[in-house]
């Protein structure tokens, strides 16, 4: 198995202070990776590294084996097939939730003229199975902005699957959320694990767990530790320094 996504020693610093301090990591193709580890250990920095905006110091970081992502912009490295969700979701909330998909939808048309511009039967067929993904079929004409928190969340996710990335980066994707809508989002994630990669960050143990997937620990800018969630959460390192407190 190929890897997706490969990281070695980077070191990125700000005003002194080590963000990231010889970080690797790998992700194979097809692979669903959990991120966890406590505030300021790196993780968003390294999500910043992986799209282009942030530039390391040091290291290296490929993206389907050959393609430098150190080299490359945001907006080369998302069409080249990386999607990154925020932790908060960015809908346009005055428009309906198959407007958003369309809107989202690669096409080589700026994105409102894509609006403006009858579908084709494949761009239906696109909407219509990542609607059924995303558990939102029956809302697909409602406002965007009378969606639930969790639903806005989900409809962002599949904005980006809109985009068909290789790869998908997905912050604290459960934050707010009820405890149904966290079940369903684990429900979702690991059904776009299927057919993609998908790198998760999160601190809801509960809802890592739900994921059933690798975990890979973050502290002080590098990996601490790495394996299933019951190795890792035994680790007395990770309980020293994150699962104590």
């Known amino acids: 198995m190929s890897d997706v996504l490969y990281l070695d020693g980077i070191s990125v610093s700000f ?3 080590k963000a990231l301090n010889d970080l690797s990591l790998v992700v194979e193709q097809g692979e669903m990776r959990a991120i966890i580890g406590p505030n300021g250990a790196g993780k968003t920095t390294m999500m910043d590294i ?3 905006r942030t530039r390391p110091d040091k290291g290296i970081a490929l993206f389907q084996g050959d393609i430098d992502l ?12 990386i999607g990154r969700k925020f932790q ?4 346009f909330e005055s428009h309906s939730v198959e407007d958003n998909l369309q809107l989202a939808q690669k096409a080589p048309r700026g994105p409102f003229a894509t609006l403006i511009a009858k579908m084709s039967g494949e761009q239906r067929a696109a909407i219509d199975e990542t609607l059924a993904t995303i558990a939102l079929t029956e809302d697909r004409f409602r406002l965007a902005g009378e969606l639930s928190h969790g639903q806005k969340q989900w409809l962002e996710i599949g ?3 809109m985009q068909q990335p290789d790869l998908l980066l997905v912050d604290e994707p459960v934050a ?3 405890d149904a809508e966290t079940d369903q989002t684990a429900d979702l994630l690991r059904d776009i694990a299927k057919t993609r990669s998908v790198v998760v960050v999160e601190h ?3 809802f890592v767990r739900a994921l059933g997937t690798r975990v890979t620990v973050l502290h002080e800018g590098s990996v601490l530790s790495e394996g299933a969630l019951d190795v890792v959460q035994n680790d007395e390192r990770v309980i020293e320094v994150y699962l104590g407190r």
């Open 15 to 17: 005003g002194g202070f």
């Open 88 to 91: 908060k979701p960015t809908v």
């Open 50 to 52: 992986i799209t282009g």
């Open 176 to 178: 707010g959320m009820t």
């Open 204 to 206: 809801d143990m509960e």
């Open 70 to 81: 150190t080299k490359r912009d945001e907006a080369e490295i998302a069409n080249l097939g």
């Open 159 to 161: 904005m980006l699957l």
